[in-house]
């Protein structure tokens, strides 16, 4: 596992936005054209940002949908790290030629 720090899960830095702009849940779900329900899941941890939702969070809040999708991948991974059991699965090469795989197309 590596030894990054626990990161925020995307709601919580979100929340902390709508808090610091004074704005509640339903205007901002309102701003994001999303249920005040799926707002509420997300500024409590309850579920992922999707592309679709990181232009949303990009639109709304600003920085790029990647900013967004990118704490979401560092929230889940370290998630899973600290979590998935890797003991019993066996390797099968050193590391996975990274550059042939990048330009590898579907």
Known sequence: MSEMFNPPHVGE???EIIEGINIGTREFSRAMNISPSSAHRL????????????????AV???T????LNLQ???????????VDTSH??????????AAMAQSKP
Do not use: C
């Not at 949908?65 to 967004?68: D, I, R, S, V």
């Not at 991948?73 to 979590?83: D, F, I, K, R, V």
């Open 73 to 83: 991948a560092n929230y889940s991974l370290y998630h899973a790290e600290s979590s």
């Open 89 to 98: 699965l066996r390797r099968l090469v050193a590391d996975a030629p990274s």
């Open 13 to 15: 830095v979100v929340a």
């Open 43 to 58: 500024l409590n941890g309850q579920t992922v940002v999707t592309p679709d939702m990181a232009v949303k969070l990009s």
């Open 65 to 68: 949908p990647k900013f967004w």
């Open 61 to 63: 809040l600003g920085n």
